[in-house]
């Protein structure tokens, strides 16, 4: 039997679960999640290899309005996305009606040159009758090559989504070595899992308002432990006080958090240092916005 591989963006608003999706399909971590909008703010490429297939998911940041040239960048990683792949996941949330955002990427997918997938996702929250409005609703303004329900949370009809998947795409090489299944550096990652705890234990404008940036990795000769350290760069001085927190707790518990999921990912132990600065505005900014990882 011949090779099959392709590229497939996941593209939809910011929230639908596109991050959880990739995550549970490679089976570990790769793309953090949270209830915050704009939490993917890079692509960030999963690479599923079988015996006979190589998928490589491409996750996008949520495609929204921009207000900040860091919302300009997240915009056009995703809409380029759109034009490099073989196929395209046109993700949506089962328990949200079909909104002016949903409305923009049709517009933008009816042109496109490879099969869309529609994938309605987070089907645990909904009734079986809702569901289907849904599917009717959204079939009504597009032609789409394949609709899937999922959960990708609980994992329901996931596998079936990847099968489908498959059976649409052509023969290829094998673009990525077997055990590789991201793209990203691991300092990306390091980094990654630190702005999640961030979005995941503060509120308002601080999660919006973070970048991380990996400063060194490096073994210490004498723990044996790897030592890692990070800054966690905010815009305003309030903010840092929020990071800190009451006599450092707060750093303390992102600190804590992001070093179980870091010693996970790398499989040893972690020593990890952080520190907290501030840069005034850094979202619209260029070269700030390159220092940090947000690169064209
Ligand atoms: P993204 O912005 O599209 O990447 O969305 P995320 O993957 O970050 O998920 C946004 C939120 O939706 C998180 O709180 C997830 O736990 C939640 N979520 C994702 N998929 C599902 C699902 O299938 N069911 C439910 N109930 N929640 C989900
Ligand atoms: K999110
Ligand atoms: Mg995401």
Redesign the pocket.
Same mark, same amino acid.
């Given at each position: 039997m011949s090779f099959k591989s392709g590229f497939v963006a &996941?593209v939809?608003?910011?929230?639908?679960? *596109?991050?959880?999706? /990739?995550?549970h399909v490679m089976g570990q971590k790769i793309?953090?999640?949270? %209830? *915050?909008? @704009? #939490? #993917?703010r890079n692509k960030i490429q999963g690479v599923y290899t079988t015996e006979n297939e190589q998928i490589v998911f491409v996750?996008t940041?949520?495609i929204h309005k921009p207000k900040t040239a860091l919302g300009d960048y997240m915009v056009e990683a995703a809409y380029s996305a759109i034009r490099e792949v073989d196929a395209i996941i046109f993700?949506v949330?089962a %328990?949200e009606a079909r909104g002016k955002g949903d409305d923009m990427i049709i517009e933008r997918l009816k042109n496109a040159s490879v099969p869309v997938f529609l994938v309605i996702? *987070? &089907? %645990? *929250?909904v009734r079986p009758d809702d569901l289907l409005a849904v599917i009717e609703d959204y079939s009504s303004q597009m032609d789409f090559e394949e609709v899937v329900p &999922?959960?990708? /949370? @609980?994992g329901?009809n996931t596998s079936h989504l990847v099968d489908t998947l498959v059976e649409h795409i052509d023969e290829g090489p094998q673009y990525f070595p077997e055990d590789v299944i991201t793209d990203h550096p691991e300092r990306f990652l390091v980094s990654e899992m630190i702005r999640e705890k961030v979005l995941q234990l503060t509120r308002e404008e601080v999660p919006h308002s973070v970048a991380v940036v990996t400063d060194s990795m490096k073994r210490d000769e004498d723990t044996g432990k790897m030592h890692i350290m990070a800054t966690i760069v905010v815009e305003r001085a309030s903010q840092k006080g929020i990071i800190i927190g009451k006599g450092g707790s707060m750093l303390k518990k992102i600190g804590t958090l992001a070093r179980k999921d870091i010693e996970a990912m790398l499989g040893e132990k972690v020593y990890l240092e952080l520190w907290v600065k501030v840069k005034k505005d850094w979202r619209d900014k260029r070269f700030d916005l390159q220092d940090f990882g947000y690169r064209k």
């Open positions: &996941i939809g608003r910011p929230n639908v679960g *596109k991050s959880t999706f /990739l995550n793309a953090i999640m949270s %209830d *915050k909008a @704009q #939490t #993917t996750d940041p949520g993700m949330a %328990d996702n *987070k &089907i %645990d *929250k &999922i959960s990708a /949370l @609980q329901n």
